[in-house]
């Protein structure tokens, strides 16, 4: 399996989840381009998605005491969207242990597949407390049906 680690259970996947969304006036600046801490936003969007399709209740983890939280999080801005423009924020799991977990996420210009925007974010898995935690079961393996084999 590419990418994998045996032992600490790291992997690199790259299958991914689309979700097309419409620029919306209120996501853009004065220019008419979006405002760029919106395409963060567009990521928990595309995220989200991701669990879900993946089986994965984000709510149901939290009723449990744990949080995903982003540790790290980082874009490059390569082409401006605009106001009514249909997007795809399309979201990948990229690596995965016990305690994180890393998405990658490509944001394109629908009718011409131009890339706009690259990113990832590193989350953490704690309790409600903020202490490190094993991601639990069954939503490890949720999370890890996303992977490449």
Sequence with gaps: ?????????????????????????AE???MGVVYYA????WFEMGRSEYCRQRGFNYLELEELGYRLVVAEAYCKYR???????LIVVKTSLYALDRRSVIFKYLVLRKNTQQTLVEGETKHLCVD????????????YTYLARGLAS
């Design 1 to 25: 399996m590419r990418g994998r680690k045996l032992g600490r259970r790291v992997y690199k996947g790259d299958d991914y989840v689309e979700l097309e969304l419409r620029v919306r006036y």
């Design 28 to 30: 853009t600046d004065l």
């Design 38 to 41: 919106n395409y963060l936003v």
């Design 79 to 85: 082409q401006p969207a605009r106001y009514d423009e």
């Design 128 to 139: 409600a407390e903020g202490r490190s935690r094993t991601i639990p079961e069954p939503y």
